[in-house]
């Protein structure tokens, strides 16, 4: 997959998780970040649970299910200080 395709579908998975955790979107910038890394995330996670998932749809939920993982993380961690 390409790194435009990439940012595509993980801005896009971003702003998913954005609207599902928050209700707003983070804004373009954020939304792209949490679903790169979210797609980064996800693949770990899933792999450890032995899922796999291919192509662009498989990538956009990856990084949707990680983007609202790393969401739910961040908020543990800013309630807790």
Do not use: P
């Not at 970040?33 to 450890?48: D, M, N, R, T, Y």
């Not at 192509?55 to 961690?77: C, E, M």
């Amino acid at each position: 997959m390409s790194l435009l395709m990439e940012i595509i579908l993980g801005g896009i998975a971003g702003w998913l998780a954005g609207q599902v955790m928050k209700g707003d979107g983070y804004g373009i910038i954020v939304d792209i970040v949490l679903g790169l890394l979210g797609g980064w995330f996800g693949g770990h996670v899933l792999s450890w649970l032995g899922i796999t998932a291919g192509g662009k749809i498989g990538y956009l939920i990856t990084a949707f299910i990680g983007a609202v993982l790393l969401v739910w993380i961040v908020r543990l961690i800013k309630g807790k200080s």
